[in-house]
C-alpha cells in the first residue's frame, strides 16, 4: 500500500510562486507520479506527472509555467508553480501510478493524497 501527503499549499497573490511537496510512504519504485487538481464546482484535472527517470508531461494550463520533479531516494515529487494565476485556484492531488506508464497515470490513479489548497489572489 502507499500513502501520499502533500504539503506547501497557501494563499498568494497572482504572480507569485509556490512549490507544492509530495512524499511517498510505500513502494513507489518505478513508478510514475504526478498531480491533480480540482477548483470548486469542476472536475478534478490532470496537472503534470513525471516517470521513474524523470520524464515530465504537463497539461496544456501548466505547460511553461508549472515543473515537477522527483527525487526518487526520497519518495517525493515536487510542483513548481509560478507566474501563479486566480484560475490556478484549486485544491491540488498528488497522485501515483503502480506502473511506470505516465499515459497510465493520466487514466488510472492507483493512490492518491488528501489535497493541498492553493488559493490565488488577484
Known amino acids: 500500500q502507499v500513502q501520499l501527503a502533500e504539503s506547501g499549499g497557501g494563499l498568494v497573490q497572482a504572480g507569485d510562486s509556490l512549490r507544492l511537496s509530495c512524499t511517498a510512504s510505500?513502494?513507489?519504485?518505478?513508478?510514475?507520479m504526478g498531480w491533480f487538481r480540482q477548483a470548486p464546482g469542476k472536475e478534478r484535472e490532470f496537472v503534470a506527472a513525471?516517470?521513474?527517470?524523470?520524464?515530465?508531461y504537463y497539461a496544456d494550463s501548466a505547460q511553461g509555467r508549472f515543473t515537477i520533479l522527483r527525487e526518487n531516494a526520497k519518495n517525493t515529487v515536487f510542483l513548481q508553480m509560478s507566474a501563479l494565476k486566480p484560475e490556478d485556484t484549486a485544491v491540488y492531488f498528488c497522485?501515483?501510478?503502480?506502473?511506470?506508464?505516465?499515459?497510465?497515470?493520466?487514466?488510472?490513479?492507483?493512490?492518491w493524497g488528501q489535497g493541498t489548497q492553493v488559493t490565488v489572489s488577484s
Open positions: 513525471i516517470n521513474w527517470a524523470g520524464r515530465p
Open positions: 497522485a501515483a501510478a503502480r506502473s511506470n506508464s505516465l499515459t497510465s497515470l493520466i487514466r488510472t490513479v492507483d493512490y
Open positions: 510505500g513502494r513507489t519504485a518505478g513508478s510514475a
